[in-house]
């Protein structure tokens, strides 16, 4: 295929339900595919990922974990560090996945081409995508396979490179090993995350006139284009063309990506019917895809459906997760349910065995968005003395919702608190919040707030153009001038365009 055959997005929610077919192109298909990671008998990989896991976020610390537990006389198989990795990455925990490999590594143990894949794709989230090319670069010839390609294939569509992604794609038809199901996946979830929806059908008549056999994650991310290009229709197609190729490609995912579709096209009967058939299809029951049904029954406000999806999760699984009760939290948030999440909160901080930010952080966002900043404000005083953090994401909602209602002084408050996160978690806030600040403080013209904000911004390496010159329209606007701000911006290394400068001009005489 030629970059000329092929030819912008955010990941696509739906009342907060992620259709994944991002994420997962290289570590869900590709484990499926190559039959990479399997499960260890035994227990022994469980005890070792639970001190992994204890770890939390500290960074560092993996090496020293895995040599005590060999030390105090256990044996540590590579089965095991897979089964680990595979876990820490399917929470997030890239940096601690990394430094198993690491370790394995300096062991000398035997790394197969999809345990270089994986490694390349850790360096990729946590170095970046430049650090992952160098990794690739590095490899000898023979382990350049379609596996490490496949990985490097990934992480540019994952990050948007699409010029990469395309020339990358060719090289790897010339070699004769991009006619996969997973790297045409991957473009697809590059065309979907630009919002190219209508390239995702090209990619898939080229996969048929290849022969090229469409796995039911392709199958996903195709019947989700059409739901986004309107096409309903399509959607069912798609969907019915699956149930023809058998059994092994319709799975719980795919009717969860056609409820969705239809909940997007305005279709409640029939989402709640596509929603029946996916609790069919999940056998053995699956967290995830109660997650799905919590969140998809909350988006068409069907709180029975909800609270009985979460009585059969409960019921499921012998123990209920964090990620669990975040997804409920998430729900109730939806259906407005505040007494309900409130019962739901105080259930999970009495049973909970690790505190979980993102809870308090779900929790604090329900109740500002009803007003219940008094609430949202016991919230964040409780999880300081429970938990260790971070706790910047909570200081930028109360922030945010204090600007809105144009309360500078507990905005100044929330933003001194968020920045003495910053240093243990590297928190930043977002631009929006920024710009919230930014144009309460120009509206007042007041000068010595938008010193302090400045001070602040700084503290935590977020001085950009746009600061500045919010502080210098704020000097104009006050008619206060200040002859030092071109040495300041100079210092701070700004480049000065057109508009600073004019600013400047003004402000500096």
């Known amino acids: 295929m030629t970059t000329g055959m092929l030819s912008r997005s955010r990941s696509t929610t739906l009342a907060g339900t992620t259709v994944r077919w991002m994420s997962t192109a290289a570590s869900a298909e590709a484990v499926a595919e190559t039959g990479a990671v399997k499960k260890s008998g035994g227990g022994g990989n469980m005890r070792l990922y639970q001190r992994l896991s204890a770890l939390g976020k500290k960074e560092g610390l993996v090496a020293s974990t895995i040599n005590k537990y060999i030390r105090e006389g256990k044996k540590v198989h590579k ?6 990795v595979r876990e820490l990455r399917r929470f997030g925990r890239h940096r601690q996945a990394l430094e198993i490999m690491e370790w394995i590594d300096t062991r000398k143990m035997a790394l197969s081409s999809t345990d270089l894949a994986t490694r390349l794709d850790l360096i990729s989230k946590v170095h970046g995508v430049g650090a992952a090319e160098k990794y690739f670069n590095d490899l000898v010839p023979q382990q350049k396979n379609k596996y490490t390609y496949g990985a490097l294939l990934n992480c540019y569509c994952v990050e948007k490179m699409k010029d990469e992604a395309l020339a990358l794609f060719d090289r790897m038809g010339e070699l004769k090993i991009e006619s996969t199901s997973l790297a045409f996946s991957n473009l697809m979830s590059l065309h979907m995350r630009l919002g190219e929806f209508e390239k995702v059908n090209t990619l898939v008549e080229e996969m048929k006139k290849r022969e090229v056999p469409l796995s039911t994650f392709s199958y996903n991310i195709w019947m989700t284009s059409s739901s986004h290009l309107g096409d309903i229709q399509g959607v069912e197609r798609v969907f019915e063309e699956i149930k023809q190729e058998g059994e092994s490609k319709c799975d719980w995912t795919t009717y969860s990506n056609l409820a969705v579709a239809y909940v997007r096209a305005g279709l409640k009967e029939k989402a709640e019917l596509a929603l029946k058939m996916l609790e069919q299809r999940m056998k053995p029951p699956k967290r995830e895809a109660f997650h799905y049904l919590l969140s998809i029954y909350a988006s068409i406000y069907n709180s029975d459906e909800v609270h009985r999806i979460w009585k059969s999760l409960k019921l499921s699984f012998r123990a209920t997760t964090n990620v669990s009760y975040l997804n ?3 729900a109730l948030s939806k259906l407005n349910d505040i007494d309900g999440l409130k019962k739901l909160f105080e259930e999970w901080e ?4 690790s505190y979980d930010m993102r809870l308090a952080n779900a929790a604090i966002g329900a109740y500002l968005r009803n007003g219940l900043v008094d609430e949202a404000e016991t919230i964040l005083r409780n999880v300081q003395e429970r938990s260790n953090g971070p706790f910047g994401n909570a200081w930028e909602l109360l922030m945010i919702f204090y600007l809105e209602n144009r309360d500078l002084q507990n905005a100044f408050r929330c933003l001194e608190g968020a920045t003495h996160d910053h240093n243990d978690s590297g928190w930043q806030p977002g631009s929006d919040s920024i710009n919230k600040f930014l144009n309460c403080i120009e509206e007042g013209k007041d000068v010595d707030s938008a010193e302090v904000l400045f001070k602040l911004l ?3 390496h ?10 210098l329209k704020t000097y104009i606007g006050a008619g206060r001038m200040e002859p030092n701000m071109r040495e300041r911006i100079e210092g701070d290394g700004i480049e000065i365009d057109r508009e600073l400068e004019s600013l400047l001009n003004v402000c500096c005489k």
Do not use: F, I, Q, W
């Open 458 to 460: 700084k503290k935590v």
């Open 350 to 353: 009495l049973t909970c065995s």
């Open 79 to 84: 089965e095991e560090l897979n089964c680990c």
């Open 462 to 471: 977020c001085l950009k153009r746009n600061v500045y010159k919010s502080l």
């Open 328 to 330: 409920m939290v998430r």
